[in-house]
């Protein structure tokens, strides 16, 4: 079955590259509307002139997620060009590449971890997603429905040595999440979580994990994992689920074990 997803309007941020790029990409492909909105401009600008098409509807916009007034400024614009949001993707992260944790990733002593680091990590995992949704979701709540996606990592990544404040920030996101599942339910408003299911070839990664990942043979990833659970999630399979963790690895076991037929 070929999901057609003409008039759907997706919003996913951190859209420009890695995961966040290639669910773009596939929704698009499927007859999305979808508007990318990231950070860095020259991305945002490299992936519109990729995706740019007759075939395609895409829109790029810049914002910035752990600045609510940047966010509540696309939201105003969103809402003067557009009718409706039927997804809201939360991908925009950052994590153990950012400056100011490369002695941490030597020593392995949280100690070490600069103060801005941290905060870095939490503003924009936590708390960027609490931004961008409260600034969409209320479109939502007036249309009576909506889905709302948050693109996390592993359950083991979030307690694993070495992964501090990554690991908390993304555990603390889901907890976020669950609330929400639970508090917007009523609203018709659908709250779930996607993660790949293991180490993943985007711009988190740092070229020492990768090269750690090949030298012990261990499975590196393809930032199209995502592109399958995404189209599920956008499809009227979806509609009425709520409060669940898909991982992408595992999505053909899980369509498996709820007896689901779909094809993307």
Partial sequence: MSINLNGYHVLITGGSSGMGYEMAKTLLSHGATVIIAALNKAKLEKAYATLNSK??????????????????????????????????INNAGVGGNIKGLETYRHTGHFYDIPTSAFKLIFDTNVLGYFLVTKAFSPLMVEQGKGQIIYTSTSTETMTRTGMIPYGPSKSAAEAMTTVLSQELQDKGIMVNVICPGGFTRTNLATPDMIEFFKKNNMPILEPTILNKPILFLASKDAQKITGEKFIGNKFDRYLEKHQI???D
Avoid at 67 to 84: C, L, N, P
Wanted: a negative charge; proline letters at 0%.
């Fill in 55 to 88: 075939e395609n509807d895409v829109y790029i916009v810049q914002m910035d997620v752990t600045d609510e007034q940047s966010i509540m400024k696309v939201a105003s614009w969103y809402r003067e060009k557009f009718t409706h949001l039927d997804l809201l």
């Fill in 261 to 263: 037929n779909f094809e």
